[in-house]
């Protein structure tokens, strides 16, 4: 994979949390026997708009540091018309009256069928929470680049412009160097 990404890797499966400007692509590839199969059954191609990634990014980040948090639950209709839910959670708090007691174990779950195969669900650590939390932070931080904005961006100085920004223009033939 010539891409940034981030992998949480099961015994079942491993999942490519894969950035890119206009969301986050999730990629599960189920583990059969030991090997990884990208086309067997409950294999998945998902991408999260940027619209839910803010909420999916706050949401790991808050389980991440053990702070109080609603759940994330994301529904996506793919271009067949299916629809996909992707939900991040944890486990009731175990603490006195309902507090966080910090045992609590958090899932993201990945539901696109009604088969066994199609209804993932991945049991978190931190490290995986952290994988979450700094894709989705990729992901905004790409989104918000010149470099997706467009084919060409103006550059300004105190409001005026002074040059611009040709997207696979090199440095040096920008007059910028």
Known sequence: ???MHFTISKSFGRLHLI??????RL??????????????????DIMVPI????GLWATARAFLYGVES?????????ESGAQVLVKLYRDKPKGAQGALSGEEVT????VSGRTEEERRRIKL?????????LACNAVL?????????????EIRTNGIRTGKLVIGQPLADSGLS
Do not use: H
Not at 19 to 24: D, N, Q, R, V
Not at 107 to 110: D, P
């Open 70 to 78: 609603l759940d994330e639950n994301i529904i996506i209709e793919d």
């Open 27 to 44: 990629w599960y590839i189920p583990t059969v026997n030991g090997e990884e199969l990208p086309d067997a059954k409950g294999a998945c």
């Open 51 to 54: 619209e839910a990634v803010g």
């Open 1 to 3: 994979m010539n891409k």
């Open 141 to 153: 931080i790409t989104s918000a680049s010149p470099l997706a904005q467009g084919p060409t961006t």
């Open 19 to 24: 950035p890119e400007a206009i969301g986050l």
């Open 107 to 110: 899932w993201l779950r990945i």
């Open 125 to 133: 650590g931190p490290r995986d929470l952290l994988c979450i939390e």
